[in-house]
Nanobody, 127 residues
Framework: QVQLVESGGGLVQAGGSLRLSCAAS????????MGWFRQAPGKEREFVAA????????NYANSVKGRFTISRDNAKNTVYLQMHSLKPEDTAVYYC????????????????????WGQGTQVTVSS
């Protein structure tokens, strides 16, 4: 079992920044691919960013490229999502997810590829 706990969400004005954190349990965190997804009211959950086990293989959704940065600290069992230049359309519940059997080709962008999920943290961007 892997437990994921997100933190760092909140209310921010457009153009502002937030950093989300996701702390994971388990002794094999360094083997997992980790992802961030988000879900806005009335919309489906969508991919935001993912990072492979080493931290060097990274994917971003086009909507966040150049504004968001995903990173991980395997010594702390933690993955981060640094968000800059936030827009009202970034408002959503943000979820951390772990893929404990990551593919060799790099971290996936489909939610079905991830087998553990956190409870989510709310990010609200006001205009």
């Amino acid at each position: 079992q892997v437990q994921l706990v997100e933190s760092g969400g909140g209310l921010v004005q457009a153009g502002g920044s937030l950093r989300l954190s996701c702390a994971a349990s388990g002794r094999t965190f360094s083997r997992y691919a980790m992802g961030w997804f988000r879900q806005a009211p009335g919309k489906e959950r969508e991919f935001v960013a993912a990072v492979g086990w080493s931290g060097t293989n990274i994917n971003y959704a086009n909507s966040v490229k150049g504004r968001f940065t995903i990173s991980r600290d395997n010594a702390k069992n933690t993955v981060y999502l640094q968000m800059h230049s936030l827009k009202p359309e970034d408002t959503a519940v943000y979820y951390c997810a772990a893929d404990t059997f990551p593919p060799l080709g790099g971290p996936g962008s489909q939610s079905r590829e991830y087998n553990y999920w956190g409870q989510g943290t709310q990010v609200t961007v006001s205009s």
